[in-house]
């Protein structure tokens, strides 16, 4: 069963808008951490926000936000006031709290590109 | 600075040849990790490493093999390329300090099998 699942395989934004990139999860480790890669057409692999099943406050990192919301299983990212250099491919990923060495589970991705 | 380099940005090889890929990071990292990634399908695991020549498959290990003969440095060995190899390839590492543990990534190697 698929543990991540991202159902925007694409998306479209206008610079300067608010965009949300979906993200629901599935597992039943009541310890899990929720994260946000930015992997622009370069290739490499950004770090952008990370949330932690127990954080009682939603993770925020300059323009993101991360929407947390542990009884629909749901972690979408929000990007406010989107930028050019915003247009990448967004994965969402899990790492479940047993596992040993802290290997993540990723989504399919997002495809965002944003429109001057 | 976290860095993780990868040998090569581009890679191409023949069905049957023997193929290494090195991953090498400059932090003393615990952890490492390769990845493929394949598009909608996102990354998916292959193998990843606790510490010096430890190793645990991932989720699609057949075709792969790894070394981590010292703690910077992670190789991934495909031991007759096949053309579904054909992919992206990312090596990750991740220290087990800090309050985050994320993955630090490399910028990839794009694998071409003809």
């Known amino acids: 069963a698929q543990k991540i699942t991202q159902t925007q395989p694409g998306m479209f934004v206008q610079e300067k808008e608010a965009v949300t990139l979906d993200c629901t999860y599935d597992?039943?480790?009541?310890?899990?951490?929720l994260f946000w890669y930015k992997q622009p057409s370069s290739g490499e692999m950004i770090f952008l926000i990370y949330?932690?099943?127990?954080?009682?406050q939603n993770a925020t990192e300059g323009r993101y936000s991360l929407n947390f919301q542990k009884a629909r299983k749901s972690a979408n990212l929000v990007i406010s006031a989107s930028q050019l250099g915003d247009s990448a491919m967004y994965f969402c990923?899990?790492?479940?709290?047993?596992?040993?060495?802290?290997?993540?589970?990723f989504g399919q991705g997002t495809e965002l590109s944003v429109k001057p | 600075d976290v860095k993780v380099t990868q040998s090569s940005r581009y890679l191409v090889k023949r069905t049957g040849e023997k193929v290494f890929l090195e991953c090498v990071q400059d932090?003393?990292?615990?952890?490492m990790f390769w990845y493929r990634q394949d598009p909608g399908l996102g990354l998916r695991l292959i193998y990843f490493?606790?510490?010096?020549?430890?190793?645990e498959k991932g989720d699609i290990p057949e075709g792969y093999s790894v070394s981590r003969e010292k703690k910077e440095r992670f190789s991934l060995i495909l031991e007759s390329a096949s053309t579904n190899q054909t992919s992206m390839y990312l090596c990750?590492?991740?220290?087990?300090?800090?309050?985050?543990?994320?993955?630090?990534f490399g910028p990839g190697t794009r694998l071409t099998v003809t």
């Open positions: 990750a590492s991740r220290t087990l300090q800090g309050p985050l543990n994320e993955q630090y």
């Open positions: 490493s606790y510490d010096v020549k430890m190793k």
């Open positions: 932090m003393d990292h615990e952890n």
């Open positions: 597992t039943s480790d009541p310890s899990y951490g």
């Open positions: 990923a899990m790492r479940e709290g047993h596992n040993q060495g802290g290997k993540l589970i």
């Open positions: 949330q932690g099943s127990y954080d009682q």
